[in-house]
């Protein structure tokens, strides 16, 4: 079955630093998302992505937060200086075609962001 | 903004005893999703609800919505030690052309063997 595949699994970064995460959607979703999760807690919608451009964020996706999709495959989410409260478990999930609200959305192993 | 809540925050059962979950939005929902993540895990999706009173069975896992589409519930019967993790529901809540997941604290399920 395909998989949202997620790279780096783990992440360690000195606060301050810029760190990029990675993703693979599903190769023929064309709806992308991120998503946190901080330790023990609920998971959180950071931003959805569409037509190479993004089509919602939240509180949390303030302008430290960046996403893109460099190329057809890969969508990253970028955190220009990072805090120490940007520590959590991010997962990217990815839906299918028909851009309604009924599509089932498939997530990533995530990455475990660590903030030193 | 939307909320969506579910209790029991956590629940311990003897292996074979029924579990539920229950799930409560502040807003209608053109649907509900439900995600079971297992420690260390990411959220695998399970199932959705989409119609007024819709009841959904999967094996010993009966989804239910509500009438009114605010409200959902997760019922396991019969619990073994696989069942162990932690049940989310989400519901929609993007404006427009697409939407975003709202999801509930979620329920952590222990189940003693």
């Known amino acids: 079955e395909p998989e949202v595949t997620q790279t780096p699994s783990h992440q360690v970064t000195q606060m301050g630093q810029e760190v990029i995460l990675r993703c693979v959607p599903i190769?023929?979703?064309?709806?992308f998302y991120w998503y946190r999760q901080i330790l023990g807690q609920k998971v959180e919608f950071l931003v959805s992505?569409?037509?190479?451009?993004?089509?919602?964020k939240s509180e949390i996706f303030d302008d430290q937060f960046s996403v893109e999709r460099p190329d057809g495959s890969n969508f990253t989410l970028k955190i220009r200086s990072t805090k120490l409260e940007d520590s959590a478990m991010y997962f990217c999930a990815s839906s299918g075609a028909g851009w309604d609200s009924n599509q089932p959305q498939h997530f990533g192993d995530g990455t475990r962001l660590s903030i030193l | 903004g939307q909320q969506v809540m579910q209790i029991p925050q956590y629940q311990h059962v003897q292996e074979g005893e029924d579990f539920t979950t229950y799930c409560n939005s502040s807003?209608?929902?053109?649907?509900i999703q439900w995600y079971k993540q297992r420690p260390g895990g990411h959220p695998v999706f399970l199932i959705q609800?989409?119609?007024?009173?819709e009841v959904k069975k999967q094996k010993r896992l009966t989804f239910q919505f509500g009438e009114a589409k605010k409200n959902s519930s997760l019922h396991i019967t019969a619990t073994q030690t696989t069942d162990v993790g932690t049940y989310f529901c989400a519901g929609p809540t993007g404006g427009g052309s697409n939407y975003k997941l709202t999801f509930g604290k979620g329920t952590l399920l222990t189940v003693n063997p």
């Open positions: 807003t209608t929902l053109s649907n």
């Open positions: 992505f569409y037509n190479n451009e993004i089509s919602e």
């Open positions: 190769s023929n979703h064309l709806y």
């Open positions: 609800l989409v119609k007024s009173g």
